[in-house]
């Protein structure tokens, strides 16, 4: 069965310091994966997606993400957060029927 | 491009009512998706549609939910009789063929 897991509820880190989002994911064949973010009172804006060819994908607002077939695995990063990152990140998987995992919410210090 | 348009923003009913959420998909978007979203359970694709033809609806919680697409760029989803376990963000989705989902702002619905 698909299914995608976010094992971080919530993350906080300090404004200026890098970014890791783990996202986990169970899919029968070579899988659509994608990064969508969420801003409080808003619908969910694509970061980035993954269909084929190079395992390192770049988004938009300097994220980034690999793909590793190997550890089903599609981690989003970035290296330096800004204030307004603080939002809820979704990792997804899927052709059509696309499954999301619960998110995690990014908190910012400043 | 207006992106995806919901309406109303924000419902607020009383139990038993019925209640119809509104979306205009983007122009040239042949994929038009459901989707419920709720702390205990994340985002629920609840229907969707290809060329205003529902193909999957398996989400679809019971039988007092509905979707239609009466053309390319409407769709609605009614709940009747609302109860409160519906109150939910709804959010609907539009996409074409090899592309990701643009998503609306959504429908913040609670039923009283």
């Known amino acids: 069965a698909q299914s995608v897991t976010q094992p971080d509820i919530h993350i906080t880190v300090s404004e200026g310091a890098s970014l890791e989002l783990r996202c986990n994911y169970s899919y029968g064949a070579t899988p659509y994966l994608f990064w969508y973010v969420q801003s409080p009172g808003q619908g969910l804006q694509l970061l980035l997606k993954y269909f084929s060819g190079d395992t390192l994908v770049q988004g938009i607002k300097g994220f980034e993400a690999e793909f590793k077939r190997s550890q089903s695995s599609f981690n989003l990063r970035k290296p330096s957060v800004h204030w307004s990152d603080a939002a809820e990140y979704f990792c997804?998987?899927?052709?059509?029927?696309?499954?999301f995992g619960k998110g995690t919410r990014l908190h910012i210090l400043p | 491009d207006a992106g995806v348009i919901q309406s109303p923003r924000h419902e607020v009913t009383e139990m038993g009512q019925e209640v119809t959420l509104r979306c205009k998909p983007i122009s040239g978007h042949d994929y038009l998706f459901w989707y419920r979203q709720t702390m205990m359970r994340g985002l629920e694709l609840l229907i969707y549609f290809n060329n205003n033809v529902p193909i999957d609806d398996s989400g679809m919680p019971e039988d007092r939910f509905s979707a239609k697409m009466p053309n390319a760029s409407f769709s609605t989803l009614k709940i009747q009789p609302s109860e409160p376990r519906d109150s939910a963000v709804y959010f609907c989705?539009?996409?074409?063929?090899?592309?990701?989902?643009?998503f609306g702002n959504g429908t913040r619905l609670t039923v009283t």
């Open positions: 989705a539009s996409s074409r063929v090899g592309s990701p989902l643009h």
């Open positions: 997804a998987v899927g052709a059509l029927n696309i499954i």
